[in-house]
């Protein structure tokens, strides 16, 4: 069923607002899906971005949408291609890490809420243009961190985003106090090494404290 930019971009914020993180997860074995998406949910992050970074990711994101209390989503989307196979898999919302038209046209047509990167306040505008008012800032470090996006949101207040890229438990709080921020995305809640080692505990717990960030 189809989605409107208005109805995907109020989706994609009520996702956003589930917890002040969302993890960037890349899985390379489908073996590591459940445990790792039961330990997010436990710690209190229950929307879960899956990257298209690897073989297994597509059998990952259908192994954790089983997982109860939680949230998966399909990220690293580029391609009309991509969408069609993160919603076979069972995603639940997207993520790019820009924006095409042939894109936010596949995802609007699968009825997949996306949550598209911006980088800039000129890309930022063109989304809003089409209707998406939430959306990703990558790469958020890169592209001039919290004070650029606080330099943003000065003649854009109706623009919110999710920064993305760079953010850690360091800088966390920098996003995440500003008015036009509802959450974060970040990877070191799921560290490759944890991961491999299943230490679905410490994970956990890394969860439990990012679930805490103010915002």
Known sequence: MAITPQDASTRAREICQLAPIVPVLVVHDVAHARPLAEALVAGGLPALEVTLRTPAALDVIAEMATVKGGVVGAGTLVTPEDVTRAVAAGAQFGVSPGATDTLLDAAEAAGLPMLPGAATASEAMRLFARGYDMLKLFPAEASG?????????????????????????????????????????????????????????GIRDLARAASQLPR
């Open 145 to 201: 961190g919290a004070p650029a996006l606080k330099a943003i949101g000065a003649p854009l207040p109706q623009i919110s985003f999710c920064p993305t890229g760079g953010v850690s438990p360091d800088n966390a709080n920098s996003y995440l106090s500003l008015s036009n921020v509802v959450c974060a995305g970040g990877s070191w809640v799921a560290p490759a090494k944890l991961i491999e080692a299943g230490d679905w505990d």
